[in-house]
T-cell receptor, first 113, second 114 residues
Framework: GQSLEQPSEVTAVEGAIVQINCTYQ??????LSWYQQHDGGAPTFLSY????GLEETGRFSSFLSRSDSYGYLLLQELQMKDSASYFC??????????????FGTGTKLQVIP | DTGVSQDPRHKITKRGQNVTFRCDPI?????LYWYRQTLGQGPEFLTY????????KSRLLSDRFSAERPKGSFSTLEIQRTEQGDSAMYLC????????????FGSGTQLSVL
């Protein structure tokens, strides 16, 4: 099965940089994704790492290290609108569960002035 | 295209009643997913359709839950004999043929079972 752990809450100052970690236990997966969800809203896709290393998309970057069973989402130049919950997710590569994208426990980010 | 739409947005029902939710995915997406989310938790996978075929189903989906996608377009999720533990946000997502790594979610149906 899959298990993805994230810190439950993080607080950061507007304009700063924040890193949200995701540690996982899984028997095999295709890649690590990140989603953002504002209160009352739908999860929206942010980024995907198929390979180890850093992927950059504007103010957001995501990192994956399969050898360390670890990934993170880096948010730069934080804005108040970045206050939301962030989820890491994996799609397993084991048979019988190819489409069962599993989400982490989620990190609630609060950006303060 | 307005994205994935779900109906209703909110549903309040009494324990023991049946409820049905509808999901309209993005029109060119052949993959459709149902998830359940409770407060403070990540979405939990319920079931997956490719076109009209239901190919994966979670053990979370008891016999009281059934989902259909009859023509490979919209989908319905029915819960029979609802229980208070069924109270949650039910999310639908879709993805295109070109990638299944990016899910597009609807805003969900919030179910409250009294």
């Amino acid at each position: 099965g899959q298990s993805l752990e994230q810190p439950s809450e993080v607080t950061a100052v507007e304009g700063a940089i924040v890193q949200i970690n995701c540690t996982y236990q899984t028997s095999g997966f295709y890649g690590l994704s990140w989603y953002q969800q504002h209160d009352g809203g739908a999860p929206t896709f942010l980024s995907y790492n198929a390979l180890d290393g850093l992927e950059e998309t504007g103010r957001f970057s995501s990192f994956l290290s399969r050898s360390d069973s670890y990934g993170y989402l880096l948010l730069q130049e934080l804005q108040m609108k970045d206050s939301a919950s962030y989820f890491c997710a994996v799609r397993p590569s084991n048979s019988g569960g190819y489409q069962k994208v599993t989400f982490g426990t989620g990190t609630k980010l609060q950006v303060i002035p | 295209d307005t994205g994935v739409s779900q109906d209703p947005r909110h549903k309040i029902t009494k324990r023991g009643q049946n409820v049905t939710f509808r999901c309209d995915p993005i029109s060119e997406h052949n993959r459709l997913y149902w998830y359940r989310q409770t407060l403070g938790q990540g979405p939990e996978f319920l079931t997956y359709f490719q076109n009209e075929a239901q190919l994966e189903k979670s053990r979370l989906l008891s016999d009281r839950f059934s989902a259909e996608r009859p023509k490979g377009s919209f989908s319905t999720l029915e819960i029979q004999r609802t229980e208070q533990g069924d109270s949650a946000m039910y999310l639908c997502a879709s993805s295109p043929r070109s990638t299944n790594e990016k899910l597009f979610f609807g805003s969900g149906t919030q179910l409250s079972v009294l």
